[in-house]
């Protein structure tokens, strides 16, 4: 069963502009990371948070994690038409049999 | 480094039969892990092999089986295979560490006609 949760479910924005990605979840978490998709082929790793932190970036990407609300979301900046995929976030508490991923986020930007 | 590699890339079976898939992982990485995706259900983890021993199984039936080799590489198999079994099946591998981050292979889509 699925716990994350994004949310839109698919968003549609120009070359250039900031594409922002949320996820909420239900349960106590150990981390949480974000993964890229393009369409049929494997995931990518972008960024995993840890429990105890707020905020990651890397690159383009900047991760925030409110453990309060339950809650993670993923900025892109300055996006580019390769950024045009599924992003998905997965939650885990311990095992790997614990991580959860979302429905995901479709991603389309515009040239 | 290499990555994850998975073969075959596609696959066409019909009800009934068995398959095999095959997963080599990251030099190093000792984890496999192996996940269902469909439209419907999203991505579901099915099971992780870790030195050999299955460490952890998801909620599937006991026709999806899988293991792995001293060198790591991994393999599934599903038997008896029925039409809900198409999907991309992906082969994830990792150091096995509890903050893991999973690199994922290109995918095996299975078709069951």
Redesign the interface.
Known sequence: SQQGEEDPQALSIQEGENATMNCSYKTSINNLQWYRQNSGRGLVHLILIRSNEREKHSGRLRVTLDTSKKSSSLLITASRAADTASYFCATARGGVRDMRFGAGTRLTVKP | KAG?T?TPRYLIKTRGQQVTLSCSPISGHR?V?WYQQTPGQ??Q?LF?YFSETQ????NFPGRFSGRQFSNSRSEMNVSTLELGDSA?Y?C?S?LGG??????????T?LTVT
């Open positions: 994850v998975q984890s892990s999203g991505l983890f992780e460490r952890n199984k998801g991309l992906l994830a990792s509890q903050l893991y981050e999973q690199y994922f292979g290109p995918g889509r």
